[in-house]
């Protein structure tokens, strides 16, 4: 397992609580990251431009050809064969191998780059399938809730304590939970789909996954992250497109210094049936001038390197401060409701329905600290599920790891 994929597993630790393999129907998150980098097509073409960098780099290594040539004059009759050739100068096979070698080491770290991304999408959406599963789970509390509400209010009313509306109210209230449970259900199915087209499955093979969304961690302090980001791979890829702009540099100079062209052989003159020793040099004037431009705008384009690194370095930043600001805010919303909210209202919930029970309560007022409760409760949902979004970006950000989960 690479280092950036252990990233990500860490960074969603609320996942960790891995199934055992026998379970049917279940899909843990690195059984999600180890289909997508299997099958995904993106990761898979890599192989294939890999093989396509390494045969231009063998290319490149190669000298300059020699050629067999034939040249046949008929007035007077002579027959001229010689072999060709040409001596390069300035180190030009060096710093085309120099270049090769930095587009190779380009292509890899993109790759890497890629399966990072592709490891964040995988983490996203295998997020929305739990959290949905959750949110099911806690539409389907409320359906049991009101059942409870249902056959209370049936025996208000065959005891003459409350007319036949409230009964009924209870039972649409009762439908439209259930509704929403059904189109949840729907939902989920969408979401497992969508997780599932990572690995060009159209049909997903499993129905549930693994951990608790509510379970967020300890948020880093952003300084700490400010000196991750340094190493992460959006910056670290300028350190190799430094070395293949310097190539390009290398290259562009060397095209300054001319080859020398020879060509060597026997003549057979025809008229007196003699053989006689060709030799030849060219070398072309004028190369330095010509190769001033391509120069120029090579050292250009390095120059200006470090002038994108700086920009996308405060890019980053910014990416990460929001990130930092999202997780640290949600992570807060998610304690305080557990820790405080959800404790009240679950107390005013009992006692609402030993109220309504005494005939102390209408209705109305249990229904709604009912509603209340589920509002909190899928409130503290939503900001776990934006906390981990959080988290997974900052992730894909850094490229590091510095969630620890338990075992």
């Known amino acids: 397992m690479s280092f950036r994929w252990a990233a990500f597993i860490a960074a969603v630790g609320w996942s960790c609580g891995l199934a055992s393999a026998q379970e049917p129907r279940i899909l843990t998150l690195d059984t999600a990251f180890a289909r997508a980098l299997e099958k995904h097509p993106e990761i898979a073409r890599y192989s294939h431009l890999r093989e396509a960098a390494q045969a231009s780099h063998d290319a490149e290594s190669q000298?300059?050809?020699?050629?067999?040539?034939?040249?046949?004059?008929t007035d007077?009759?002579?027959l001229t064969l010689s072999l060709a050739s040409a001596f390069e100068r300035g180190g030009k096979r060096e710093a085309r191998v120099a270049l090769a070698d930095a587009q190779l080491s380009a292509l890899v770290l993109q790759e890497e780059q890629r399966r990072v991304d592709l490891l964040a999408e995988v983490a996203r959406r295998y997020l929305d399938f739990v959290a949905t599963l959750a949110m099911v789970d806690l539409v389907a509390t409320e359906v049991t809730q009101r059942e409870t509400l249902v056959e209370a209010t049936a025996k208000r009313v065959r005891a003459g304590a409350s007319p036949e509306s409230v009964h009924l109210a209870a039972e649409a209230a009762l439908a439209r939970?259930?509704?929403?449970r059904d189109r949840l259900r729907s939902e989920t199915q969408a979401a497992a789909s969508r997780l599932a087209i990572l690995w060009s499955s159209r049909e997903p093979d499993f129905e549930r996954g693994t951990g608790n969304p509510l379970s967020v961690p300890a948020t880093p302090t952003l300084d700490s992250l400010r000196e991750l980001i340094k190493s992460s791979p959006e910056l670290r890829r300028f350190a190799d497109e430094s070395r293949l702009r310097e190539a390009r540099v290398q290259l562009a100079r060397t095209s300054g210094s001319s080859d020398i062209e020879w060509r060597a052989g026997v003549r057979r003159l025809e008229e007196d049936g003699s053989w006689a020793a060709v030799v030849g040099i060219s070398v072309p004037l004028g190369s330095g001038t010509r190769s001033d431009p391509r120069i120029r705008a090579a050292q250009s384009e390095l120059a200006a390197l470090s002038l994108e690194r700086e920009a996308e370095e405060l890019t980053l930043e910014a990416t990460l401060v929001e990130a930092h600001t999202r997780l640290s805010g949600a992570s807060l919303a998610v304690a305080t409701t557990r820790d405080v909210l959800i404790p009240k209202f679950e107390q005013a919930e009992r006692a609402s329905e030993r109220a309504f029970r005494a005939?102390?309560?209408?209705?109305?007022?249990?229904?709604?600290?009912?509603?209340?409760?589920?509002?909190?409760?899928?409130?503290?949902l939503l900001a776990a599920v934006e906390a981990h979004r959080a988290l997974i970006e900052i992730q894909r950000l850094t490229g590091s790891s510095f969630i620890r989960t338990k075992p």
Request: glycine residues 4%; aromatic residues 8%.
């Open 359 to 380: 005939g102390a309560l209408t209705y109305i007022e249990w229904a709604q600290v009912q509603s209340d409760v589920m509002s909190v409760r899928s409130e503290q």
């Open 76 to 78: 007077p009759a002579e």
């Open 63 to 73: 000298g300059p050809p020699i050629r067999v040539e034939f040249d046949l004059e």
């Open 177 to 180: 939970a259930t509704l929403q």
